[in-house]
Nanobody, 127 residues
Framework: QVQLVESGGGLVQAGGSLRLSCAASGRTFSNYAMGWFRQAPGKEREFVAAISWSGGTTYYTGSVKGRFTIFRDNAKNTVSLQMNSLKPEDTAIYYC????????????????????WGQGTQVTVSS
């Protein structure tokens, strides 16, 4: 069992920045690939970014490339999402998730791949 707790959400003006953090507890954090997803009202949960077990490989959805950066600290059991140049369309609840799947590299964007989820943190970007 892995427990995930997100923090760092809030209200920011368009063009601003936020850093989300996800603290993990329970099993060995470095055994899990990690992902960030988001869900806006009335929409399905969508993939934002993912990072491999060691942090050596990262993935981003097209709309956040160049603006968001995912990184992890296995010594501190944390994964973070630095979000710059925020846009109103980035408004959503952001979730971190953990996966041990061997299919990670081919399916990292699929929510069903992830075994554990945090409770989410709200990000609101005003125009």
């Amino acid at each position: 069992q892995v427990q995930l707790v997100e923090s760092g959400g809030g209200l920011v003006q368009a063009g601003g920045s936020l850093r989300l953090s996800c603290a993990a507890s329970g099993r060995t954090f470095s055994n899990y690939a990690m992902g960030w997803f988001r869900q806006a009202p009335g929409k399905e949960r969508e993939f934002v970014a993912a990072i491999s077990w060691s942090g050596g490989t990262t993935y981003y959805t097209g709309s956040v490339k160049g603006r968001f950066t995912i990184f992890r600290d296995n010594a501190k059991n944390t994964v973070s999402l630095q979000m710059n140049s925020l846009k109103p369309e980035d408004t959503a609840i952001y979730y971190c998730a953990a996966s041990q799947s061997l299919e990670y590299y081919s399916n990292y964007a699929k929510p069903s791949l992830y075994d554990y989820w945090g409770q989410g943190t709200q990000v609101t970007v005003s125009s």
